[in-house]
């Protein structure tokens, strides 16, 4: 629901799903309406700004054709399939005697973090999805062989999209949920990440090579650099 109706129907899946949307990076949520500011940050199509919102209205969409909530439609058509059968989604605190718990570093000392999980069914907090390095590579390899989505459009995903409409004087780097780098003299990859209340996950794919990069930490610390300047010094990219 917007007050700017006009902008609100310029707003396609595609902008949703590359972040290019315009919308505030959080609304406020009744039943099932999303109430957002009354004018977008930018025009749909011509800015990238992560936003929380883009990905809550495509599990609304998602729900709307299906007509299943969209932990059971990802479950169903994703995970399964992928043979992620160690994958969850929940709605509030995972109480698995399993589960990681994330710390922070204060002053060199590291304390535990309160994990703050969703309560709510959709997707306007993240910390829902409780997995394992191994579920991940199942899922890089659900993609790479085209189990879950046809091949054009998983290929699509992990390159950039061009909007025509582009304004921004920063590169186009988003693709469909993947941020892709093609920096000049180096490789091409793409990544994903995510993080919150301690624990943290990030998949690097170089695609020409075929190296799939996983990692996962319940600290606040990023591995990223340290990885990629590691393949750069033995010559398994550039």
């Not at 399993?98 to 000392?109: A, D, E, L, S």
């Not at 709510?120 to 999805?129: F, I, M």
């Amino acid at each position: 629901n917007s007050k700017n109706k006009g902008t609100a129907g310029k707003i396609k899946i595609k902008h949703l799903l590359s972040h290019t949307s315009g919308l505030p990076a959080i609304a406020s949520k009744t039943n099932d309406t999303l109430i957002f500011i009354d004018k977008p940050e930018f025009e749909p199509g011509t800015n990238y700004r992560h936003s929380g919102v883009d990905y809550t209205l495509l599990s609304l969409i998602i729900e709307q054709v299906s007509g299943e909530d969209w932990q059971t439609f990802v479950q169903k058509n994703i995970l399964e399939p992928s043979g992620m059968i160690n994958t969850k989604i929940v709605n509030g605190n995972y109480k698995d005697k399993h589960r990681t718990q994330g710390y922070k570093n204060v002053k060199g000392k590291y304390s535990e973090y309160s994990h703050q999980s969703c309560d709510e069914k959709y997707a306007l907090c993240n910390g829902s999805v409780w997995t394992s390095p191994s579920n991940l590579r199942k899922y890089v390899y659900a993609i790479k062989e085209c189990v879950f989505l046809d091949c054009e459009s998983l290929k699509t995903a992990t390159q950039t999209y061009k909007s025509e409409s582009w304004r921004s004087l920063r590169d186009q780097l988003q693709g469909f949920g993947w941020i892709v780098h093609e920096e000049k003299n180096n490789d091409t990859y793409v990544e994903c990440a995510g993080s919150g209340s301690g624990l943290s996950a990030q998949i690097i794919l170089y695609p020409k090579q075929d190296i799939i990069i996983i990692w996962m930490s319940n600290n606040d610390v990023s591995y990223s650099s340290l990885l990629l300047q590691k393949l750069r010094q033995r010559s398994y990219v550039k």
